[in-house]
C-alpha cells in the first residue's frame, strides 16, 4: 500500500523528509530533542530530552509529576513500558465513602507520579547519551525563562481559574497573578533545581531521597496519603503490546490500565467492512466508524482497569468471534446505544523520535486535567497529576478505587508494524479522543490512502459516553444531517482542543516523513 502526497485539508504544516525525526507538542521541545540527536544520541535520548523540555514548556498539559507510556522499536524488537503511578496504599473505598464520584482537585486525587521512572528506565536500558544532559535544555528554560507560545497560553489562561484555593501553584505558575501572554517570558527556578537533582540522582531523589520527602511531608501537612513508601514502591513495568491485524499492518497498544485496547477493539470491528468503498468523509465512512468505537467503549468502561484486577483478561475482549459478533451487531442505518460512563478530563503531551538506526519511539506523558490535581509541592515546581479521577467507586467494578492500584488511563502511545517491522510511531492526545484519533489516523491511512500529514490535518469525530458526537469543523453539512438522520446526537461548533492533537513518524525506504498537528504549537524536525 502507497499513500498519496496530496494535502486536500486547511493546513498550515508540511511534513518533514529526514533521516532522523522528532515530533511533538511544542517547538522547543522538539528541538531540545533534536538536539540529542545532532549530539550523537539516539531516538530514546531525543524522545527523552524532549519530554523533560516539555514539562517547563507545555506545563498545562504535564508536569514533573506526570505518569507516563511508550512503545519503542529498539531495532530489533518491539517493547512497552508502562509507568502510570499506583494509589497511596491507604486509599480504600471507605476514604470516598458517601461521594457519587472521585474528587477531581487535592490530594485525594494524586497517586504516584511515573513519568520520572519511564525517563531513567528508558535511558538505563536504551539510551546512548548520559541521563544528566537530556536535562540540559529544560533546566536552561526552567532557569533563564522562555517564551510562550500561543496555544499553551490560551491553555494556560483557561486553567487559571480552576485552582482558586490552591496558594502554591499561584505562587508557582501564575507568580503575577494571570497566566503569561502569548509571547511573554515564563521562568520556573524551582523547576529547574528539581530537574537538576533528578538529573544527578537519575531519578532517584524523586522516589527514595530529598524529593520524595518533599512530597511526602507536603502530603502530610495537607491532609494526603502519599507517603515515602508509597514513592518508593514505584515501579516502571516493560509489557508485551497488545495487538490487532487491519489491512495488511498490525497496530500495537499499551495493555490495561490504558485504554488502548479500545482502539484495538475499534479496528477489530471495522476489519469486517470495506469501509474504503465508502467515500472518505462521507456519511457512511464516519457512521461505521462511531458504531465501532461505541462498542469498543462498552467493553472498555465496562471492564478495563489496572490488569491485576481484570474480572477478564484482555486478550478475550480481542477473540475473533468476539470481533466478530460487535461487528454484525452495526447497522448502517441506525446509532447504537451510548457506551456508558467513563472517567472525565484530559491534557497530555504526545511525542515520537526516530533515528537513522531504525530506533522509532511512542512516548506519552500526561498530568491529566490542566495543571492536575493542582498541588505544587512547595519549592519544587512539581505539579502532581490528578489520575486518581480514573478511578470509579462502584461496588465490584474492577476498577473500583483501592489502595496499590492502579486507575484507569486514558493517555495511550499508539506504534504500526508491518511483517514485523517498524512502520508507524503515533499518537493523538486528548483524553477519550486518543483511542479515537488512533482509529481515525488508521482509517485514514490504511483505507483511503492518505499520508500522515493529511491524515493529521483531516477534520476529525468525537463520540462521547453518552454517545453524543462532536463534528469538527470541515465536515460537509450533509455528513450532520445524514449523521442525525441515522438516529446520533451530533454537535457543531465545538471547541477544536476536543480533537486533540497528533503526532506521527512514518518509515520510508530511506528515512522518516514527520508530521504535527496544527491543533497545537508543535512543530516536526529533522535532519
Known amino acids: 500500500m502507497t499513500f498519496t502526497w496530496d494535502f486536500p485539508y486547511p493546513s498550515r504544516r508540511m511534513p518533514v523528509l529526514a533521516r532522523n525525526a522528532v515530533a511533538t507538542s511544542q517547538p522547543l521541545a522538539a528541538q531540545a530533542g533534536l538536539r540529542m540527536l545532532l549530539a550523537g544520541g539516539n531516538a530514546v535520548d531525543a524522545a527523552l530530552a524532549a519530554a523533560v523540555a516539555l514539562t517547563v514548556v507545555e506545563p498545562t498539559s504535564n508536569g514533573i509529576g506526570s505518569d507516563a507510556f511508550a512503545i519503542l522499536w529498539d531495532g530489533s524488537a518491539l517493547h512497552g513500558l508502562n509507568s502510570s503511578g499506583r494509589a497511596p496504599q491507604a486509599w480504600s473505598p471507605q476514604r470516598f465513602a458517601g461521594m457519587s464520584a472521585m474528587p477531581e482537585l487535592g ?21 546512548k547519551l548520559p541521563f544528566a544532559e537530556l536535562f540540559q535544555p529544560a533546566i536552561a528554560y526552567a532557569r533563564g525563562g522562555f517564551p510562550v507560545s500561543p496555544i499553551t497560553a490560551r491553555r494556560w489562561q483557561q486553567a487559571h481559574a480552576l485552582y482558586p484555593q490552591l496558594a502554591e501553584i499561584h505562587r508557582t505558575f501564575f507568580p503575577a ?19 537538576a537533582e533528578i538529573a ?47 489491512r495488511g499492518v498490525t497496530l500495537h497498544e499499551i495493555p490495561p490500565n490504558g485504554q488502548g485496547i479500545a482502539a484495538l477493539i475499534a479496528l477489530g470491528i471495522l476489519r469486517h467492512f470495506d469501509l474504503g468503498r465508502f467515500p472518505v468523509d462521507s456519511v457512511d465512512s464516519v457512521h461505521l466508524q462511531i458504531e465501532a468505537m461505541k462498542s469498543a467503549f462498552t467493553d472498555v468502561f465496562h471492564h478495563v482497569a489496572d490488569i491485576d484486577h481484570m474480572r477478564r483478561p484482555p486478550g478475550d475482549l480481542l477473540r475473533a468471534d468476539a470481533l466478530a459478533t460487535r461487528a454484525a451487531a452495526v447497522r448502517m442505518d441506525h446509532a447504537a446505544a451510548p457506551p456508558g460512563e467513563s472517567p472525565s478530563g484530559g491534557g497530555t503531551v504526545f511525542l515520537t523520535a526516530a533515528d537513522e538506526s531504525g530506533m522509532m519511539v511512542s512516548f506519552i506523558q500526561s498530568n491529566y486535567m490542566g495543571f492536575g490535581s493542582g498541588v505544587v509541592v512547595p519549592g519544587t515546581g512539581i505539579a502532581l497529576q490528578n489520575r486518581g479521577l480514573g478511578f470509579v467507586l462502584e461496588d465490584g467494578h474492577p476498577n473500583r478505587v483501592a489502595g496499590g492500584k492502579r486507575p484507569f488511563h486514558t493517555i495511550i502511545p499508539g506504534f504500526v508494524t508491518r511483517d514485523g517491522r517498524p512502520l508507524m510511531s503515533f499518537g493523538v492526545m486528548g483524553a477519550h479522543m486518543q483511542p479515537q484519533g488512533h482509529v481515525q489516523m488508521m482509517t485514514r491511512i490504511f483505507d483511503y490512502g492518505q499520508n500522515p500529514q493529511a491524515a493529521c490535518d483531516a477534520p476529525r469525530w468525537h463520540v462521547s459516553a453518552d454517545g453524543s458526537v462532536q463534528l469538527e469543523a470541515g465536515f460537509a453539512p450533509a455528513v450532520a444531517e445524514g449523521l442525525h438522520r ?5 454537535m457543531t461548533n465545538v471547541p477544536e482542543s476536543l480533537f486533540g492533537g497528533g503526532q506521527l513518524i512514518w518509515r520510508l525506504a530511506d528515512g522518516y516523513a514527520a508530521a504535527s498537528d496544527r491543533r497545537k504549537d508543535g512543530q516536526a524536525v529533522g535532519f
Open 107 to 127: 490530594w485525594d486525587t494524586v497517586t504516584v507520579p511515573g513519568a520520572v521512572a519511564a525517563w531513567s528506565a528508558l535511558s538505563e536500558r536504551f539510551g
Open 200 to 246: 544527578a540522582s537519575r531519578g532517584e531523589s524523586f522516589y527514595r531521597g530529598p524529593i520524595a520527602r518533599r512530597m511526602a511531608a507536603c502530603a502530610a501537612a495537607e491532609g494526603g496519603a502519599l507517603t515515602l513508601d508509597d514513592l518508593a514502591r514505584h515501579t516502571a513495568d516493560w509489557v508485551e503490546p497488545l495487538a490487532v491485524d487491519y
Open 177 to 195: 497573578g494571570r497566566a503569561p501572554q502569548p509571547g511573554e517570558r515564563f521562568r520556573c527556578p524551582d523547576q529547574a533545581d528539581t530537574l
Open 486 to 490: 441515522r438516529g446520533h446526537s451530533v
